[in-house]
């Protein structure tokens, strides 16, 4: 999308009220800036004992999953089969 310009191109002025909202807008994207900077220096400084990405490493792949949930059925069955037995 091109950018469009401020001002008319003709002779009248431009809307009065985009000054005034251009300035609200520059002072909140200082003010969300500040903010970052200041969760970015927190996190760093206060929470330097969690995990990192690098520490937690990769995500199992699906087929570990699939694995891991055939291994807990598999439990449940002969859990409910000694039950069975027991009765």
Do not use: N, Q
């Not at 005034?20 to 206060?46: G, Q």
């Amino acid at each position: 999308m091109p950018d469009s310009p401020l001002e008319r191109m003709g002779s009248g002025p431009y809307d009065s009220g985009m000054e005034a909202r251009v300035t609200r807008l520059e002072e909140d994207v200082r003010t969300i800036k500040d903010t970052v900077i200041r969760l970015e220096t927190l996190s760093t400084a206060t929470f330097p004992h969690l995990a990192t990405k690098a520490d937690v490493g990769e995500k199992p792949s699906k087929t570990c999953m699939w694995g891991i949930l055939a291994a807990l059925l598999t439990a449940y069955a002969c859990g409910l089969a000694a039950l069975a037995i027991l009765k």
